[in-house]
């Protein structure tokens, strides 16, 4: 591998994702990319006694999705990354104890998808691995019992609100499989605006996406309409609006290019989720279903993935804290 520019790292040997599987909820499946997903589950709680038992449940059957679609096991895959929005990445560390892979737990927040891409790309590029899976995934119910409050609650939810994903993506990254290549990634930087309201995520991560993608464009000498898509993981409706300000005031216009995972995968009107979906569950289920169906099919060729998250934790909210984003960015080719 080799540094490109200040922030941007160059895969040589063009690992190459293998298999990939997506599972969503039952709000997710009645929305527009219903078609996409691999698996629908209509029970919020998966058959489970909890909902933290069911988001586990759900990131192991994104995992099996993606190994069947590999034509690969469990024990061809040398080392996992991957986590989740909960209190010491349970869903994931819960997941991945049915299956006997060496796993690196990640928290990114809603990034976490794309960190985990990141790192499986580095494992099989520089010879660490010759097959290694990112998996990540969040569940509606699990979160706002963690970070806001119990459902019970019936609180009123703000404009600029988002809906947390039920759903998980999983990818199999390997020397061999689908013509979907790394071919770069930007680590991020954690940014911090100021923003206090745990209801406006998409203004706290908004800035860091423009950071990363403002970085990347500037180490590859490339432009925002060298790419089929330009993705970003969940900012919704008010967080897309205000990146693409930031960028415009750079002279940077991603606006012909630009697609939100968190506007995707919701009717954002007729389903009542405000600003959009939000989520480590929104950029992994969108990432592995229709936006990896479509590099299959060479219906799209050369996309940049920018998965953001809010860096924060109730305690952190609860002491006055401002919410530090962070995004990070891998660059997807066809071959």
Same mark, same amino acid.
């Given at each position: 591998?080799?540094?490109?520019?200040?922030?941007?790292?160059?895969?040589?040997?063009?690992?190459?994702?293998?298999?990939?599987?997506?599972?969503?909820?039952?709000?997710?499946?009645?929305?527009?990319?219903?078609?996409?997903?691999?698996?629908?589950?209509?029970?919020?709680?998966?058959?489970?006694?909890?909902?933290?038992?069911?988001?586990?449940?759900?990131?192991?059957?994104?995992?099996?999705?993606?190994?069947?679609?590999?034509?690969?096991?469990?024990?061809?895959?040398? *080392? !996992?990354?991957? /986590?989740?929005?909960?209190?010491?990445?349970?869903? +994931?560390?819960?997941?991945?104890?049915?299956? $006997? =892979?060496?796993?690196?737990?990640?928290?990114?927040?809603?990034?976490?998808?794309?960190?985990?891409?990141?790192?499986?790309?580095?494992?099989?590029?520089?010879?660490?691995?010759?097959?290694?899976?990112?998996?990540?995934?969040?569940?509606?119910?699990?979160?706002?019992?963690?970070?806001?409050?119990?459902?019970?609650?019936?609180?009123?939810?703000?404009?600029?609100?988002?809906?947390?994903?039920?759903?998980?993506?999983?990818?199999? *990254? !390997?020397?061999? /499989?689908?013509?979907?290549?790394?071919?770069?990634? +930007?680590?991020?930087?954690?940014?911090?605006? $100021? =923003?206090?309201?745990?209801?406006?995520?998409?203004?706290?991560?908004?800035?860091?996406?423009?950071?990363?993608?403002?970085?990347?464009?500037?180490?590859?000498?490339?432009?925002?309409?060298?790419?089929?898509?330009?993705?970003?993981?969940?900012?919704?409706?008010?967080?897309?609006?205000?990146?693409?300000?930031?960028?415009?005031?750079?002279?940077?216009?991603?606006?012909?290019?630009?697609?939100?995972?968190?506007?995707?995968?919701?009717?954002?009107?007729?389903?009542?989720?405000?600003?959009?979906?939000?989520?480590?569950?929104?950029?992994?289920?969108?990432?592995?279903?229709?936006?990896?169906?479509?590099?299959?099919?060479?219906?799209?060729?050369?996309?940049?993935?920018?998965?953001?998250?809010?860096?924060?934790?109730?305690?952190?909210?609860?002491?006055?804290?401002?919410?530090?984003?962070?995004?990070?960015?891998?660059?997807?080719?066809?071959?």
């Amino acid at each position: 591998m080799k540094r490109i520019g200040s922030y941007t790292i160059q895969y040589e040997n063009n690992p190459l994702i293998a298999g990939f599987g997506s599972v969503v909820g039952k709000k997710e499946s009645e929305g527009p990319l219903s078609q996409w997903f691999h698996k629908k589950e209509i029970d919020t709680k998966l058959g489970c006694e909890t909902w933290e038992q069911a988001e586990s449940k759900m990131q192991s059957e994104a995992i099996e999705l993606a190994l069947e679609r590999a034509t690969m096991k469990e024990n061809d895959v040398q *080392v !996992a990354f991957g /986590g989740d929005l909960l209190n010491q990445c349970i869903s +994931t560390s819960y997941s991945l104890r049915g299956f $006997g =892979i060496p796993f690196l737990g990640q928290y990114g927040a809603c990034s976490t998808m794309v960190q985990s891409l990141i790192m499986a790309g580095i494992m099989v590029d520089c010879n660490f691995a010759d097959i290694a899976l990112a998996v990540t995934s969040s569940h509606f119910c699990s979160a706002e019992r963690q970070y806001r409050f119990p459902l019970e609650y019936g609180g009123q939810r703000t404009p600029t609100a988002q809906w947390t994903v039920t759903g998980s993506g999983a990818a199999i *990254v !390997a020397k061999q /499989g689908n013509p979907i290549c790394l071919k770069h990634c +930007t680590i991020g930087k954690v940014t911090d605006m $100021g =923003i206090t309201d745990i209801n406006n995520m998409g203004a706290a991560m908004a800035p860091a996406a423009s950071d990363t993608i403002k970085s990347y464009l500037w180490d590859t000498g490339t432009l925002p309409s060298d790419y089929d898509l330009i993705l970003t993981g969940d900012l919704g409706k008010t967080g897309s609006e205000l990146l693409r300000e930031l960028l415009l005031k750079e002279n940077t216009d991603i606006s012909e290019r630009h697609n939100d995972c968190g506007m995707m995968i919701y009717d954002i009107e007729r389903q009542d989720v405000h600003s959009g979906g939000s989520g480590c569950g929104c950029c992994a289920s969108v990432l592995c279903s229709i936006i990896l169906e479509k590099m299959c099919r060479h219906e799209l060729n050369n996309i940049l993935v920018i998965a953001t998250g809010a860096l924060m934790s109730p305690t952190s909210n609860q002491q006055g804290e401002s919410i530090p984003g962070i995004a990070h960015l891998i660059h997807l080719q066809t071959q």
